[in-house]
């Protein structure tokens, strides 16, 4: 059964920083794309970075780049979000996501384009 787990979100002020995890299950690893969404209530889900697990491609929404970094633990299965400078816009559920398929690699950070879902880690930021 394929399965993503988020964990690591939590409650911070602004200006601080978490790091969020996803650690994957029941498929292969390498040669996926791996990508991290967030929806904030009343609004839609957002493309916020991705990672090609064998390409180690990387690719970020606009509102999150030079202060979101996307990364991998390839022994672990487990690709992480480090977000630094954290604003109270960035308050929201944050899903990790991947494409799993005939067709894994990554392309724009559209979440239709991806098949297997986590169930979401909360980020509050408080200002």
């Known amino acids: 059964q394929w399965r993503l787990v988020e964990s690591g979100g939590g409650s911070v002020q602004a200006g601080g920083s978490l790091t969020l995890s996803c650690t994957t299950s029941g498929f292969t690893y390498s040669g996926k794309c791996i990508g991290w969404f967030r929806q904030a209530p009343g609004k839609g889900r957002e493309g916020v970075a991705s990672?090609?697990?064998?390409?180690?491609?990387?690719r970020y929404g606009d509102s999150v780049k030079g202060r979101f970094t996307i990364s991998q633990d390839r022994t672990k299965n487990t690709v992480f979000l480090r977000m630094n400078n954290l604003k109270p816009e960035d308050t929201a559920m944050y899903y990790c996501?991947?494409?799993?398929?005939?067709?894994?690699?990554?392309?724009?950070?559209?979440?239709?384009?991806?098949?297997?879902w986590g169930q979401g880690t909360q980020v509050t930021v408080s200002s």
């Open positions: 990672l090609g697990t064998g390409s180690f491609t990387q």
């Open positions: 996501a991947a494409i799993v398929g005939p067709r894994s690699g990554c392309g724009p950070l559209e979440p239709s384009l991806f098949n297997v």
